[in-house]
């Protein structure tokens, strides 16, 4: 498809399934190699990083597991840039290597409130990674160690991403027509 349309705005592909994929292998690669003989963590931040927290963990030789939290920041096309609450976290990180998986980094804001919040915990070490990036758009400086694919300041859905809700279950990503 190289149109959609969800509630009452229009989309047009922007990246390709294939693209997404060779992204997430390309992550998966980094990751195996940094993280031999250890046994990471994976937090994805839900709900829009599912769809790449279970491709990129099929794509992984090590011993890992997952554990999901949940965060709210963002609302229609627009961030509210103000993080309201985080749901999960029950295992204990002490000690542990913990990858935080992320859909997108926007403003950085969700980031900037849910690494601290990890950090307290001493994990053994801690890092990100997102499947996009908007460079742009940052209004707080994150580390963000991981990225599949840098992208401009475009309001995007599809692959776990949503508008209003619907969208997440577009296998490739489209972007907003203005
Ligand atoms: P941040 O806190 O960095 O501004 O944004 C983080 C969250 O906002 C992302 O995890 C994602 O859920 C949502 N977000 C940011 N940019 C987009 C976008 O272009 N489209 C959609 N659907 N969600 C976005
Ligand atoms: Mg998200």
Do not use: W
């Amino acid at each position: 498809m190289q149109q959609v349309v969800l509630h009452d705005r229009t989309f047009r592909l922007y990246l390709k399934e294939s693209q997404i994929q060779q992204a997430v292998k390309a992550i998966a690669a980094q990751i195996n190699n940094d993280y031999i003989g250890k046994s990471p963590l994976l937090v994805p931040i839900l709900n829009g990083s599912f769809m790449f927290a279970a491709d990129l963990m099929k794509q992984l030789q090590c011993d890992c597991q997952l554990s999901f939290i949940k965060v709210a920041s963002y609302q229609g096309t627009e961030t509210a840039g103000v993080v309201s609450s985080l749901i999960g976290l029950s295992e204990n990180i002490e000690g542990r290597h913990v990858i935080i998986l992320e859909d997108i980094v926007d403003s950085g804001h969700t980031l900037a409130k849910v690494i601290p919040l990890f950090s307290s915990s001493n994990p053994a070490s801690m890092r990100v990674a997102t499947l996009l990036h908007k460079p742009n758009a940052a209004k707080v400086p994150v580390q963000v160690d991981y990225v599949g694919l840098e992208i401009p300041n475009d309001f995007i859905v599809g692959y776990g991403l949503d508008y209003n809700g619907y969208g997440r279950n577009l296998k490739d990503i489209y972007v907003v027509e203005n």
